[in-house]
């Protein structure tokens, strides 16, 4: 069975609103969901290896977090596309190459990506 990944991820010291409440709602409100925070890109990555290694398999990322044009933030690590390719190039590496469905959706914020085959994160399922 596939589930949902709800991430939430606020910048340490920014006066904005925290990402927490919407994300762990929406997990809360979601059977299958999962919540989970991450305060850094490198945290992302070893939430991603923990996840893989306890069996989990996701079909759609809820990623509730702050931006700037062209980046999303987690914690204070701008993430843009070409951190999503070396993501999914080390993937298979460490451990978390087949977490996500090929046809998986993620939801930043309130933007939907529709993921499709050639797209980076569906890549991201395939053997580097």
Same mark, same amino acid.
């Given at each position: 069975?596939?589930?949902?990944?709800?991430?939430?991820?606020?910048?340490? #010291?920014?006066?904005?609103?925290?990402? +927490?409440?919407?994300? $762990?709602?929406?997990? %809360?409100? %979601?059977?299958?969901?999962?919540?989970? +925070?991450?305060?850094?890109? =490198? %945290? &992302?990555? =070893?939430?991603? #290896? +923990?996840?893989?290694? %306890? #069996? !989990?398999?996701?079909?759609?990322?809820?990623?509730?977090?702050?931006?700037?044009? /062209? $980046?999303?933030?987690?914690?204070?690590? $701008?993430? #843009? !596309? +070409?951190?999503?390719?070396?993501?999914?190039?080390?993937?298979?590496?460490?451990?978390?190459?087949?977490? &996500?469905?090929?046809?998986?959706? &993620? $939801?930043? /914020?309130?933007?939907?990506?529709?993921?499709?085959?050639?797209?980076?994160?569906?890549?991201?399922?395939?053997?580097?």
């Amino acid at each position: 069975m596939a589930h949902h990944l709800h991430v939430w991820s606020d910048i340490p #010291g920014h006066r904005s609103i925290s990402t +927490e409440g919407p994300a $762990k709602a929406h997990a %809360d409100n %979601d059977p299958d969901g999962v919540a989970i +925070e991450v305060r850094s890109f =490198k %945290d &992302f990555e =070893k939430a991603l #290896g +923990e996840l893989a290694y %306890d #069996g !989990y398999l996701f079909d759609r990322a809820d990623i509730h977090c702050h931006g700037s044009p /062209g $980046k999303i933030y987690l914690g204070r690590d $701008k993430v #843009g !596309y +070409e951190d999503v390719d070396a993501l999914r190039a080390s993937g298979h590496q460490n451990g978390y190459g087949s977490l &996500f469905k090929a046809d998986s959706i &993620f $939801k930043l /914020g309130s933007v939907d990506i529709h993921l499709d085959a050639m797209s980076a994160a569906a890549r991201f399922q395939q053997a580097a």
